[in-house]
Structures are given as structure tokens and as C-alpha cells.
């Protein structure tokens, strides 16, 4: 167990509509990080925050918004979903500063239908 | 743009086996290399090699990084079914912009 929580495991939903993922970092960590996994891209990072701030962003489209609250929990909004978005979705956090060693969650695996 | 490659895409061996997987990378900026492993969801993490910490070694499994070809292995000596997973290959190319580049993974079955 990583320590990283993230809900839901699982979620299916339809083309068009809109999903919220949630992720709960490490005690102590301040960085959270927003990984897509598909079978034919592997692993893309999508974004990342620290301490309640945007840090850096990656292959993120506009559809997809993201937060980090106060209590360092964070959440990945997923609008106007296409079949395409089917993925597994991760969150990790890290010991800053090392940013690249990473403590992923157990993913949500979102089925657009 | 950065690019992370990894060989084979998949490999089945019997226990007891030694294995070796590969990675290879083209990236600016090369901070470090890490491996993770990938077993049912979460990756979780094994090694990360700098250029100064070219070795790393855990129990049955090793990694060598190569800055001369840009390339590191992943050894596992003595293979177990607990071994089977997908091992990910990651570079760290950030700086002041995180860019962390992961290859494809190598999926590793460990047959009794």
C-alpha cells in the first residue's frame, strides 16, 4: 500500500458526460501528480500540483480540469467525455525535492461507453 | 521530444530463469533514470540511477545505467511467479519543467 487513496476504482459512464476523480496523497506530501494509462500511449503525465498550486502540466486537454484543495487532497474533472478518454487514470505524490520518484495510487478505471 | 523505449514488449520465462530487460532514451536535460514495476494497478518504485549512482542492486534484481549509450538493464536473477508484472522504464528530464517520460513497459510472465 502506497498511501496514496484514490476513488473510485472504477467508473462507467457515457460519451458526453462529465466524471470527477478524487486522490488523497501521502502524509506529507505536498505534490500531487495526474497520470493517463492507456494501452497504446503507456503512461502520459497529465498534471501536477503542489501545495494547492498548478506546478507543471503535461498532455492535458482542455477538457480536463483539475484542483488541489487546502486539506491537499485532490480532484482531476473529466468533461465532454469520448470513447477515447477510456483509460486508467493514477494519481501518485511524491518527497519533493525529488519530483520523479513517485507513490502511485491504485488508479480509476473510467469506461466510456 | 523526449523518447523512452523499452525491449522486448514482452517476455516468458520459466522459474528460476535469469532475465534481463532494456531500456533505451533520447531525452535533453537527463536528470535520472528509474524502474517501477507494475503488477495488477499501481507501479511501485525500485530504482533510480544518476550519474552518480551508475549501479543499483536489491536482492535478485540489478540495473545499470549506460550515459555513454543512453541506455540502462534491468536484471533478475533467479526468477519467481511473483516476478510477472509489467516493468516500466522512466526518465527524468526536469528541471524547472517536470517532464518525467515513461516507455511502454516490458511484460515480464514468470512461469512455474
Known amino acids: 500500500d502506497s498511501g496514496v487513496t484514490q476513488t473510485p476504482k472504477h467508473l462507467i459512464t457515457a460519451t458526453g458526460q462529465r466524471v470527477t476523480l478524487r486522490c488523497s496523497p501521502r502524509?506529507?506530501?505536498?505534490?500531487v501528480y495526474w497520470y493517463q494509462q492507456s494501452l497504446d500511449q503507456g503512461l502520459q503525465f497529465l498534471i501536477q500540483?503542489?501545495?494547492?498550486?498548478?506546478?507543471a502540466k503535461g498532455n492535458i486537454l482542455e477538457r480536463f480540469s483539475a484542483q488541489q484543495f487546502p486539506d491537499l487532497h485532490s480532484e482531476l474533472n473529466l468533461s465532454s467525455l469520448e470513447l477515447g478518454d477510456s483509460a486508467l487514470y493514477f494519481c501518485a505524490s511524491s518527497v519533493e525535492p525529488l519530483r520523479e520518484k513517485l507513490f502511485f495510487g491504485s488508479g480509476t478505471q473510467l469506461s466510456v461507453l | 521530444e523526449d523518447k523512452v523505449v523499452q525491449s522486448p514488449l514482452s517476455l516468458v520465462v520459466h522459474e528460476g530463469d535469469t532475465v534481463t530487460l532494456n531500456c533505451s532514451y533520447e531525452?535533453?536535460?537527463?536528470?535520472?533514470l528509474l524502474w517501477y514495476k507494475q503488477e495488477k494497478k499501481a507501479p511501485t518504485f525500485l530504482f533510480m540511477l544518476?550519474?552518480?549512482?551508475i549501479e543499483k542492486k536489491s536482492g535478485r534484481l540489478s540495473s545499470i545505467l549506460d550515459k555513454k549509450e543512453l541506455s540502462s538493464i534491468l536484471n533478475i536473477t533467479a526468477t519467481q511467479t511473483g516476478d510477472s508484472a509489467i516493468y516500466l522504464c522512466a526518465v527524468y528530464s526536469g528541471g524547472s519543467n517536470y517532464k518525467l517520460t515513461f516507455g511502454k513497459g516490458t511484460l515480464l510472465t514468470v512461469n512455474p
Open positions: 502524509s506529507g506530501d505536498l505534490s
Open positions: 531525452v535533453t536535460n537527463f536528470r535520472s
Open positions: 544518476t550519474s552518480s549512482g
Open positions: 500540483y503542489y501545495n494547492g498550486e498548478e506546478r
